[in-house]
């Protein structure tokens, strides 16, 4: 981040933290912490686990909420679905995603990083729990680390091992059931892996790809490849939320003395006792006291073991606290200011935009396309044009098509199908002819009205009949 928003650098700060002086990694150990953040992050975190797996098996509208059908480019979004020719709508979604990110970092920080992001939400609320209960609390997980590899050693690590790729195949099963629903993934295990060869290998990809992350790569992930944490000085200015050590009232630090030593009086010192407990949780290992870091991913872990130990010491709690810089600096925060306004105002853009778009988006796809050939036919007396209905139903449903040809002059109009029936997302082609004698004014622009009978909504095609030059065209 910019280095305005950065307090002097402390000891300790010149490399990463899981990084050792020889550029060789370090592994880290967090602490368990209890407090009212890791309290409601879990409830977080457990609530995004169960809404990811309920969404390929929950149905709407008789499908899945959420069913991504890439090989047959169909798309069932909860109880809506979509083809190749909506794509369009993208760029709306991925303009409002982009701008919300904005205007939520602009306000709150890093909370997208510490509340919902899937690698911290997988990483400490599944993968880190398996290994706090199979390894035991930090003290004994850095005893075991830098002890010999004893039995007990090797069987605590093959039942943590085998626990992590169980878990990471099925988050990649349930990522799979995304694309080939819930049922027809139930119908590939079944099946085996010799008759879906190419599901079975995006399974265990992504199963290796879990497994990699979160069994070892784990933090680097956020301060290594992640560019969200290098774009906050951009996103973020002094009043932006962060999670902040109050230099002013934690300083000098030093700990707690509570009896005079022959008459003199102790030194005063500031809040923090210099416990090194905020360092000890944090998943990342920084030291939130040398000030705002690209690293800190505003978990609130820090905060909460530094309120632990303020209510041992009798002091208030706050020391390390969610506020802005200035907040911290005794300025007060501004809430209300241009950068929030600007990215709010782009995030409303985005939306309404997403929102109209969704709104005026047909049920059905009708293009009214000439037969390639010829342009028109002379028969006799008569000239005819030749065209080509291609409808498709986007409705989740079965439907029927009314269709019916408005003419400006005398036509005689030949439709094999008044009325067309097609399931989801079936398509179909319907042949149209138009006679006319000659004589009239050509060429002349005439409609096709194709009405969906379940909903209402009618698109009106326009199409132009052409003659010969000697018909006044």
């Not at 509340?115 to 199979?134: K, N, S």
């Not at 004994?140 to 050693?153: F, N």
């Not at 099925?170 to 799979?176: E, P, Q, R, S, T």
Request: aromatic share 10%; charged share 20%; with cysteine.
């Amino acid at each position: 981040m910019a280095s305005s928003h950065f307090q002097p650098p402390g000891p300790g700060m010149g490399h990463l933290p899981s990084v050792k002086e020889d550029g060789s990694r370090l592994a880290l150990h967090p602490a368990d912490v209890q407090g009212r953040f890791i309290t409601w992050r879990r409830v977080v975190f457990a609530a995004l686990i169960a809404i990811y797996v309920a969404l390929p098996l929950v149905h709407v509208g008789g499908r899945p909420s959420i069913h991504l059908d890439v090989a047959a480019r169909r798309f069932y979004l909860f109880g809506n679905t979509y083809n190749a020719q909506d794509f369009w709508l993208v760029l709306f979604l991925l303009t409002t995603i982009g701008f919300g990110l904005l205007f939520a970092t602009a306000w709150l920080g890093r909370v997208w990083c510490g509340w919902a992001c899937p690698q911290t939400v997988f990483l400490e609320g599944v993968y880190r729990r398996i290994e706090r209960w199979i390894d035991g609390p930090r003290e004994r997980r850095l005893r075991t680390a830098a002890g010999p590899w004893t039995v007990e050693r090797v069987l605590r690590a093959v039942g943590k091992h085998s626990a992590y790729v169980a878990v990471s195949l099925l988050l990649a099963h349930v990522a799979l059931s995304l694309f080939v629903s819930a049922q027809g993934l139930t119908g590939m295990v079944r099946d085996g892996p010799v008759q879906h060869p190419v599901a079975f290998a995006w399974a265990m990809a992504v199963t290796g790809a879990l497994y990699f992350n979160f069994a070892w790569f784990r933090e680097q992930l956020c301060v290594v490849l992640c560019p969200y944490g290098r774009l906050q000085s951009a996103m973020q200015d002094r009043d932006s939320l962060i999670i902040g050590y109050d230099l002013g009232r934690g300083e000098p630090r030093g700990r707690v003395q509570k009896v005079k030593a022959e008459g003199v009086e102790p030194p005063r010192l500031g809040d923090c006792v210099d416990c090194r407990r905020c360092v000890v949780v944090c998943p990342t290992g920084i030291d939130i006291r040398n000030g705002l870091q690209m690293d800190c991913i505003a978990c609130a872990q820090c905060v909460d073991a530094c309120d632990e130990v303020m209510d041992k010491v009798g002091r208030p709690r706050g020391l390390v606290r969610y506020d802005s810089l200035n907040g911290l600096a005794g300025q007060g925060r501004r809430v209300s200011r241009l950068r929030l306004f600007l990215y709010g105002g782009l995030l409303l853009a985005s939306v309404l935009a997403l929102g109209v778009s969704l709104a005026r988006r047909t049920p059905f796809e009708a293009n009214l396309l000439r037969l390639q050939g010829t342009t028109y036919l002379l028969e006799g007396s008569m000239i005819r044009n030749q065209f080509d209905l291609h409808l498709v139903n986007k409705n989740p449903t079965e439907s029927t098509f009314s269709l019916r040809v408005d003419s400006p002059v005398a036509a005689s109009v030949v439709v094999p199908q008044q009325q067309v029936k097609l399931a989801s997302l079936e398509s179909f082609r319907v042949p149209l002819f138009l006679t006319v004698e000659r004589g009239q004014a050509l060429p002349f622009t005439f409609y096709l009205e194709v009405t969906d009978e379940a909903s209402g909504q009618v698109k009106r095609l326009e199409a132009h009949f052409l003659g010969p030059p000697e018909s006044g065209y």
